[in-house]
């Protein structure tokens, strides 16, 4: 079992260190939650890092990591009375593959599907109490984007929660911009 970890590794280090042209940038993005997620938390504003490394001709490998603030959101009970707020942030950790559907010199229509882990954090206050939880689950993110230049437009589906993805889904957009090729 070790050696096939070893080999695996060794053709995972290898096939990275000799792709053509990976990318390291920056993406900034809000994130819209909707459904019951959206009764709980205001929209979201973060920044993700992105790595992107070409395997095939329109097929390139992409990782994710960021932070994702959500805005407080303030509700009040028609029983008590008493005000309530809550607030979520999440870290994806995702990894995934973005494929060329249209491929120019410099632009690209693309189609993206990332997977991997988002630490996700909730605080709420009631009654003058405050309370908070984290957890760590499977998140993923589905959706297109146009690329022109050192320029990334994506839309999206946002799941911080794969197994709640029904309750936990945001609409999200990121604006990206390339800062390196190495």
Known sequence: MMKKQIVFASLLISAVAHAETKTIGIDGGVAVPTGDW???VGFGIGALVRFEMPI????TFTARAGYIQHMEKEAGSEMTGDESKSSAAEIPLFGGIRYAFKQEAT???YG?????FCMYRVSFEAGGMESSDSDTNLGMSLGAGYRTGKLDLRGGLWFPDVGEAGDAMAVMATVGYDITSL
């Open 56 to 59: 095939k001709d329109k097929i």
């Open 112 to 116: 993206a599907a990332e997977l991997g």
């Open 107 to 109: 632009t690209a229509i």
């Open 38 to 40: 959206s009764d709980a």
